[in-house]
């Protein structure tokens, strides 16, 4: 009688990277208020820490604008004031705006020339973006994004595949080579880095309570507690595993990947 064989798990020959030492951050996220909500404490201390963090927002977040009766640029401006709010708090030196619709049709590979020059014209070291591989969510911007994102990370040192931007190119291709040694997700429910966030909670609970456009305020006290809730509960998990020290109150569960790890290498 054979058996089936037990399902293994075989270690990666690629360590998961350490995020301290970022120097240069490059954020993709879907909407305006995604990555402080999912990683900013995490941004914030990286920030504390001397990097230069610049927030690239894919879609246009019209559809999460909760005034109806807010004209498309009134309510473009309305997300605008809220980030140029919450951008100082967390320690975000630049925003860029690729404008695609929000809940709407658009392409992966229109998005993604945009992205390599994003890449290219900021050089990060480190790449944040939503886990496009998160086991139950149904909005497709967050694993699309997500997606796209890890994708235009190992794709954007090929010469034949241009950016958005000819100048930008033409700057790359004379300034020396530089690699994206980490990327790093957030929404995950794979995590491998347990980041302690007890010294930015604060900061983050202040920047995401920024977002008025997207929700009321009755609702962004309940969305803080909400991430208070999360964040404890991370602490304790991260505790309890020996990935945070103990006393740690509040953490952050990012997938930090080396770029190798994205196409097929283990």
Not at 170 to 196: G, I
Not at 244 to 261: C, I
């Amino acid at each position: 009688m054979t058996r089936e064989p037990a399902h293994l798990s075989i270690p990666s020959l690629l360590p998961a990277p350490k995020i301290d030492g970022a120097q240069r951050v490059l954020v993709i996220q879907p909407h305006y208020d995604d990555a402080d909500i999912a990683a900013g404490g995490t941004l914030a201390a990286l920030a504390d820490a001397g990097a230069s963090i610049r927030y690239c927002t894919v879609l246009d977040d019209l559809v999460g604008v909760i005034d109806e009766t807010l004209s498309d640029e009134a309510a473009a401006a309305a997300l605008l004031r809220d980030q140029r709010a919450a951008a100082p708090i967390i320690g975000v030196s630049e925003l860029t705006h690729l404008g695609f619709p929000d809940a709407g049709n658009w392409s992966r590979f229109d998005v993604r020339p945009h992205l390599f020059r994003e890449i290219r014209e900021f050089r990060p070291d480190v790449i944040f973006t939503a886990d496009p591989w998160l086991r139950v969510e149904a909005h497709r911007d967050h694993w699309e994004v997500g997606s796209v994102a890890a994708e235009a990370a190992i794709l954007f040192g090929i010469p034949k595949l241009p950016s958005s931007s000819a100048s930008v190119d033409a700057a790359w291709r004379s300034a020396p080579p530089f690699d994206v040694r980490a990327v790093v997700f957030f929404y995950t429910d794979e995590p491998n880095t347990f980041y302690p966030i007890d010294g930015t909670w604060a900061r983050k609970a202040a920047a995401v309570s920024e977002y008025g456009a997207q929700f009321s305020q009755e609702e962004l006290p309940q969305l803080v507690a909400t991430l208070d809730a999360k964040a404890v509960q991370v602490a304790r998990v991260g505790v309890e595993a020996g990935h945070l020290t103990v006393g740690t109150t509040r953490a952050e569960a990012l997938k930090a990947v080396d770029p190798r790890a994205l196409h097929g290498a283990r």
